[in-house]
């Protein structure tokens, strides 16, 4: 894999995130204090003089705080700018909408990257394990931050979701109305062993060095590029990748095999690895390994039921949040199997929930693609939510 | 609104909270949220209709009352409406007894199968009566359990139900004249409404 040629991740920031240092830290799970504690977000639209019409918006795994905005990193349109703007579903010119980088990022939020204060060194692999309630925890000193004491709405899609039901069950009198997208309230055994995958493809790369490899001046980049090629296969749909590539092999210089050389087995190529080799290649450009790993252990972690006697209505009972839980139905990642679980449980809770599977076949990542049923489903859902919260009248 | 979700709309209490089973595109529960302050939620089967509802605000669910039913806790609602869906689940005595453990209140309306109609289609040409009411095939019709007004009641003797209102409705969901007489009514009700709850309530 080629990363030589442009800036990367790796050699460091050369631009500066919007970012709060909070010197007071976050007492993290694991028992460790972290100190000080900085987060890097990005804000859209005004918020209210009654500071009522906040929302908060949780990126996936790899996702960031540019979330409709040109991305500084890769220069490309923030990753949900289809859904969050002017007259979008999520409408800035109602909305003061927040996203965040998640602890344990690479995009600006205290991580692995970030000097440990005892040390005076980058934490890198020492960087200590953290939880979704961590992650969260480090949200609500944000929105602490802000001066806003109840958010309207949390909502977030995959890792998202986790973040969004994690808000729900922590957190309930200060969040209005959640939306967990094409989540679940655990990690599957499947998904912890996709997870796994990913970690042995980074700790088997010889540019790996146990995790400081910053120290050698190098990066993790082909086994951080496997990673990312496997978990992008999670992310679609056999039919997807049908429709996109099909079997068709790629003609080009760059592959082509001249006339005289012998027959070789990998002389072509077909267009999907080409697509896969360069979702590997782009990612490691702005990613880093040690973030990779911390956060992917976060979601294994992941588990509401069990921190609850067991019982995933435990956390929501009595909860007066506004549930939308939404599924695809093409995603085997966070099937929509799970999404029932969990709306079942909220039932149990008696908690308000609707519910909506959206006809697809493109795999886990239509929630982030053109899905007009979903657009509508957002729009509807914080539209009726606002409703009920009077949002409406005033001056929001 | 159809005219029968009128008369429902009028047994329910302001305020209160329903559950619509079968909540369609969501009419009724809207209907009692912005007339009625009701804390009103819908289940219902066809995705569509559940998009459709959740896009305009109102808070529905995928489901179906055969299964989704059982998961809410005892006296989550002071309503439970089963529009004309009670012969189309699977099995209709237990949706009943989740609908009155979940509910105070259970308002149920199905197509009477004892009208005079298809008595006499039935009698005469000894084929299953078809009407536009009954409007599909034995073969592929959803009405898996049709029954009378009659035979209703007698399950609500059964299982312990207190009928405290009930109402025969024509084809267009307008209010029938057999108020007096049950039997009346089951011979010329196309359609019946009960408002029920728990005896010794």
């Known amino acids: 894999m080629d990363i030589s040629a442009s800036p990367t991740i790796a050699d460091g920031p050369v631009y500066t995130h919007q970012t709060v240092r909070l010197d007071n830290g976050l007492d993290l799970e694991c028992g460790v204090h972290l100190a000080p504690l900085e987060i890097a977000y990005c804000t859209y639209g005004t918020l209210s003089p009654k500071r009522d019409n906040a929302i908060l918006v949780c990126h996936a795994l790899t996702g960031d705080q540019y979330l409709a905005e040109k991305n500084p990193l890769t220069g490309k349109p923030g990753w949900w700018s289809r859904m969050v703007g002017p007259g979008l579903p999520i409408d800035t010119d109602r909305y003061f909408v927040i996203c965040?980088?998640?602890?344990?990022?690479c995009m600006g939020t205290t991580g692995p990257r970030s000097i440990c204060a005892e040390t005076g060194k980058a934490w890198d692999s020492e960087f200590p394990?953290?939880?979704?309630?961590?992650?969260?925890?480090?949200?609500a000193k944000l929105?602490?931050?802000?001066?806003?004491?109840?958010?309207?709405?949390v909502i977030g899609g995959s890792m998202g979701g986790m973040q969004a039901l994690t808000w729900a069950?922590?957190?309930?009198?200060?969040?209005?109305?959640?939306?967990?997208?094409?989540?679940?309230?655990?990690?599957s055994a499947q998904n912890i062993a996709f997870n796994e995958v990913s970690r042995q493809a980074i700790f088997a790369d010889p540019d790996w060095h146990n995790g400081h490899y910053r120290d050698f001046g190098a990066i993790p980049a082909r086994g951080l590029g496997v990673a990312r090629m496997m978990a992008h296969i999670t992310y679609l749909s056999e039919a997807a990748l049908s429709r996109k590539f099909g079997r068709r092999v790629r003609h080009d210089?760059?592959?082509?095999?001249?006339?005289?050389?012998?027959?070789?087995?990998?002389?072509?190529?077909?267009?999907?690895?080409?697509?896969?080799?360069h979702q590997g290649s782009t990612f490691v450009r702005r990613f880093d390994a040690n973030s990779y790993l911390t956060i992917t252990r976060a979601m294994d972690y992941f588990d509401l039921a069990a921190e609850h006697d067991g019982d995933l209505a435990n956390p929501f009972r009595n909860s007066q949040t506004r549930f939308c839980v939404v599924s695809f139905s093409s995603d085997w990642l966070f099937p929509t199997s799970q999404s029932r679980l969990l709306v079942r449980a909220l039932n149990r809770a008696g908690a308000n929930v609707s519910f909506v599977e959206i006809e697809s076949d493109r795999g886990h990542d239509a929630f982030l693609l053109d899905e007009p049923d979903f657009d509508r489903t957002i729009r509807g859902f914080i539209n009726g939510a606002a409703e009920h919260a009077a949002l409406l009248e005033g001056d929001c | 609104m159809r005219v029968d979700q009128r008369l429902i709309a009028e047994m329910i209490a302001p305020r209160a909270r329903v559950l619509d089973v079968g909540s369609g595109d969501g009419t009724l529960i809207d209907y009692l949220y912005r007339t009625r302050s009701c804390d009103a939620r819908g289940i219902e089967i066809d995705m569509q209709n559940v998009t459709q509802s959740v896009a305009h605000g109102l808070p529905v669910m995928h489901g179906d009352a055969d299964h989704d039913l059982a998961d809410y806790p005892d006296d989550t609602f002071d309503y439970v409406v089963l529009q004309?869906?009670?012969q189309a689940v699977e099995r209709p005595r237990e949706v009943l007894r989740q609908m009155l453990r979940i509910g105070r209140h259970a308002i149920v309306s199905f197509p009477n199968f004892g009208h005079w109609r298809l008595r006499l289609q039935l009698l005469t040409t000894g084929r299953?009566?078809?009407?536009s009411v009954w409007s599909t095939p034995w073969y592929s019709t959803p009405n898996i359990h049709p029954c009378t007004i009659q035979d209703f009641l007698l399950l609500c003797e059964e299982e312990g139900y207190v009928v405290q209102q009930w109402l025969a409705i024509d084809e267009d969901g307008a209010r029938a004249p057999w108020r007096r007489s049950?039997?009346?009514?089951?011979?010329?009700?196309?359609?019946?409404?009960f408002l029920l709850k728990r005896a010794g309530h």
């Open chain 2, 128 to 131: 299953m009566p078809m009407t």
């Open chain 1, 169 to 187: 069950a922590d957190f309930p009198e200060r969040v209005f109305a959640v939306m967990p997208i094409a989540t679940s309230p655990f990690h």
């Open chain 2, 182 to 193: 049950i039997r009346l009514a089951n011979l010329f009700g196309e359609q019946a409404m």
């Open chain 1, 143 to 153: 929105i602490d931050h802000l001066g806003i004491e109840r958010l309207f709405a």
């Open chain 1, 129 to 139: 394990p953290i939880t979704m309630h961590d992650i969260v925890a480090a949200q």
């Open chain 1, 100 to 105: 965040s980088n998640v602890l344990g990022g």
């Open chain 2, 84 to 86: 004309r869906t009670l």
């Open chain 1, 253 to 277: 210089a760059a592959t082509a095999v001249p006339a005289s050389s012998s027959p070789s087995l990998f002389g072509e190529m077909f267009e999907v690895e080409s697509y896969l080799r």
